[in-house]
């Protein structure tokens, strides 16, 4: 009986032993958990500040292309503006040409 009582008390012994055990690593696995979840947290902030930031760089992408089609644009104007120079500098020149012939056969006469 006391061989019996003996060994049911180191049974019992180790039993709360592995009690112990158990309840510690669960009391890791809630730390862990703990600091998982801060972890995973802290990663969503980031995450919409990049998305934020993300966001920001297309929309400046869509104004800088915005502004090459503006210049682009004044780029053709420019050189509208100067090919209708050209043309109103040849169109001088014709009347001047046709001006100075009026002139002299008008002196001819």
Known sequence: AAAKA???AAKAKDAAAKAKDDAA??????ARKAADAELIEELEKQ????????????AMKTLLEAA???ADDA??????????AISA???AQDATAA????TTVAMEI
């Open 6 to 8: 003996k060994d049911a």
């Open 25 to 30: 690593k669960a009391e890791a696995d809630e």
């Open 47 to 58: 995450l919409e500040a990049a998305t934020r930031v993300a966001e920001d760089a297309l």
């Open 68 to 70: 090459e089609r503006r």
């Open 75 to 84: 780029e053709e104007r420019e050189a509208a503006a100067a090919r209708s």
């Open 89 to 91: 500098a040849e169109a």
């Open 99 to 102: 001006a100075e012939e009026l």
